[in-house]
């Protein structure tokens, strides 16, 4: 208990000097594309896919039930939010063509 009494937070921010990245800026450049150039367009097909089966379902279902125009109504915002996210994200793909375009795109 002792040791813990004596350590405080300003000793644990104090080595900022000494920080390490796990990985370097060319790595995290190369894990990013890849997530935003190969996989979020995966994801977003499929998402969007199956959210519109699952809106024709409910239609086909009628929507005059609570739960069924409940369910619709989630497939329906998660389609728009998944298409938003692709839309947000497009920086990465304009980046392979023209860095400046995605600089301009670039949200964050």
Not at 5 to 24: G, K, M, V, W
Not at 60 to 85: A, E, H, K, P, W
Request: negative net charge; glycine residues 6%; proline residues 3%.
């Amino acid at each position: 208990m002792e040791m813990l009494s004596n350590f405080s937070t300003a000793d644990a921010f104090s080595n900022e000097s000494s920080f390490q990245p796990l990985i370097s800026a060319a790595t995290a450049h190369v894990i990013e594309t890849t997530v935003q150039v190969g996989v979020l367009p995966v994801v977003v097909v499929t998402g969007a896919t199956l959210n519109v089966i699952n809106m024709a379902v409910f239609v086909r279902q009628g929507l005059t039930d609570r739960i069924n125009l409940c369910l619709f109504s989630l497939s329906m915002s998660d389609t728009g939010y998944i298409l938003f996210l692709l839309a947000s994200r497009m920086y990465s793909v304009f980046q392979l063509v023209d860095p400046g375009l995605a600089e301009y795109w670039k949200v964050g």
